[in-house]
C-alpha cells in the first residue's frame, strides 16, 4: 500500500490527472483501493481534487487530484 502511495504521488506531481489515468499511471490495480487512497490523501492535505466538466460527449462532471502544494 505505501508503494501505491508513493506512485500516486509521483503520477500527480506533473500534471493534474483523472483518477482513472492515477491508477494506470501508478500502476494501482483496484480501483476502490485507488479512490480510497486517494480520499485518505485528500484527508492528509498530500492531493487535492478538481473538479471539471465533460469533454462534451458527456455531462458528467471529471474529477482530477493533483498533488497539494
Known amino acids: 500500500m505505501l ?3 508513493e506512485n500516486l504521488l509521483s ?4 500534471k493534474p490527472l483523472k483518477v482513472y489515468e492515477a ?14 487512497l486517494l480520499l ?3 484527508d492528509e492535505g498530500l492531493v487535492k ?8 460527449s458527456s455531462d458528467d462532471p471529471r474529477i482530477a487530484a493533483r498533488e497539494a502544494t
Open 23 to 36: 491508477m494506470k499511471r501508478a500502476n494501482v490495480v483496484n480501483e476502490e483501493v485507488c479512490q480510497s
Open 49 to 56: 481534487f478538481e473538479f471539471t466538466k465533460g469533454d462534451g
Open 11 to 14: 503520477a500527480l506531481r506533473e
Open 3 to 5: 508503494n501505491d502511495r
Open 40 to 42: 485518505k490523501m485528500r
